[in-house]
């Protein structure tokens, strides 16, 4: 299934981000000029389009947060970067696990009203959105994109971080590697372990009948592939 701009063709939830990449697209997501958790007694005030940003009311950092905590961080009017080098007892690790670069890209993305419309991202909110995922070389606005979510062994690694390898699709959904001008005789539809290393075989583990181990225990991959890698 091919999605265009920044969607992963479905909706991100708190429990599905594990990057960057799923971090933004969760705040893409979720947040319009209706509901971007601001509030007039805010201590973070700044004048003319940027509102004040209110963690209680669940700003794009305050919404991974406990009540209880938002209004701390309220109180003490700081903002994202001080309150985790100083509080970071305040945050889960969603947002301890993110840069101060990111986490600063993300707060100013929400708190300037220009960056939404009533239906989400504006145009000026996907400009902020290009130049931060040329910052931190995220992918998750080309022009089209590739998205699977699979039910597959937890250690099959398919982050694209293999030399000479593409990953591919099967018909079923799921995702192998191509290893790419290979020797003849030796494999090229292989998968990557994060225990075991190259699996020489595309099916293995995709499945229980096909683990090659002990340790195979299934869970769901949710894996965004640029389509220029799939074609």
């Known amino acids: 299934m091919t999605q265009k701009h920044y969607t992963l063709g479905y909706e991100v939830k708190k429990e599905d981000i594990i990057d960057d990449e799923t971090f933004l697209l969760f705040t893409i997501q979720h947040f ?3 509901n971007r958790g601001t509030a007039s007694n805010s201590k973070n005030v700044i004048p003319q389009v940027i509102l004040p940003c209110s963690y209680e009311a669940g700003c794009a950092i305050g919404i991974h947060m ?3 905590n938002r209004i701390k961080a ?5 903002d994202i970067v001080a309150l985790v080098e100083n509080y970071p007892e305040l945050f889960p690790p969603v947002i301890l696990e993110r840069s101060h670069a990111m986490l600063l890209g993300m707060q100013s993305l929400h708190d300037n009203l220009n960056n939404f419309d ?5 145009e000026e909110g996907r400009k902020h959105i290009l130049a931060m995922l040329t910052r931190h070389n995220l992918r998750i606005m080309a022009d089209e994109i590739y998205n699977f979510r699979f039910q597959a062994c937890k250690y099959l690694d398919f982050k694209p971080s293999y030399a000479n390898c593409k990953r591919q699709a099967v018909s079923n959904g799921k995702l192998f590697w191509l290893r790419m001008n290979q020797p003849a005789g030796n494999p090229t539809m292989v998968q990557f372990c994060s225990k075991r ?4 075989t595309g099916g293995a583990c995709l499945h229980e009948a096909a683990k090659l181990c002990s340790s195979y225990e299934q869970v769901e991959h949710i894996i965004n592939v640029p389509k220029d890698e799939i074609d």
């Open 74 to 78: 309220d109180d003490l009017g700081d």
């Open 32 to 34: 319009n000029s209706t």
């Open 66 to 68: 406990t009540i209880e």
């Open 118 to 122: 009533e239906k989400g991202l504006s």
């Open 197 to 200: 290393g190259r699996l020489n």
